[in-house]
């Protein structure tokens, strides 16, 4: 080969050379940005994941919050029943306090509820139990320390076991032991006093089972002042 040849040669072996070195180093940053959204995509697609986890867990904590206020609301039904209740019969002492005119300008104070618990009226039982004594004599000497003109209606509840005629004579019985112990070893004036039976009128739970019926065997002091 003469050496015109040999140089075209060498030539276009250098030109080939710097074209694909040309090549190599354009394509060398698109690699690198490929690799980089790549590296992002990857990213995109954990945080994705993730937020679909966080979500599922977030979906769960609703249903469990709704579930919770559910029931918390069935429990403010039963306790606004309760109070509306406990209101009428406070509501009713009121007003005949006030038709008797014990009263100057009355409302209620507040309502003291001797319960099963305290009082430990057994079924058709009167009798005042030593629990029941010592909670009324805390009564009293609270009302006495208080030193205001107070008037008191004595509430007498049963249970629905028996008739109701029998139930409202019950009642009255019981209501009528606890006003005698308030005047007689509680010290409270008999004027300031009053007693009533409600029977098996104003049940706080069912009768259909023991604990039932010994919520319902109870007596109320209403305070009105």
């Known amino acids: 080969m003469n050496n015109i040849a040999k140089l075209l040669v060498m030539a276009l072996m250098l030109s080939g050379c710097a074209t694909k070195e040309y090549v190599q180093e354009q394509i060398k940053p698109l690699n690198t940005r490929l690799a980089a959204l790549e590296s992002r995509a990857n990213t995109t697609d954990a945080a994705i994941q993730s937020g679909a986890v966080g979500l599922d867990a977030t979906s769960k904590r609703l249903d469990d919050a709704v579930i919770t206020l559910r029931v918390h609301g069935d429990r403010l039904t039963r306790n606004e029943s309760d109070i509306a209740q406990i209101s009428r019969t406070a ?22 509820v001797l319960s099963e618990d305290k009082v430990k009226f057994g079924a058709s039982k009167t009798l005042l139990s030593t629990e029941a004594m010592r909670a009324l004599a805390e009564f009293a000497g609270k009302i006495k320390a208080e030193n205001r003109s107070v008037f008191i209606e004595v509430q007498g509840h049963t249970d629905g076991t028996g008739s109701a005629a029998v139930n409202q004579k019950i009642g009255q019985q019981r209501a009528d032991a606890v006003l005698r112990y308030l005047h007689t070893k509680g010290g409270l ?9 409600y029977g098996e009128s104003m049940p706080v ?12 065997r109870r007596v109320v002091l209403v305070v009105l002042y």
């Open 91 to 112: 509501q009713e002492a009121l007003e005949r306090a006030a038709a008797a005119g014990k009263l100057a300008a009355g409302k209620m104070a507040y309502e003291v």
């Open 189 to 197: 004036p008999l004027h300031r006093l009053s007693a009533i039976s």
């Open 205 to 216: 739970a069912g009768n259909m089972n023991r604990d039932g019926r010994a919520k319902n």
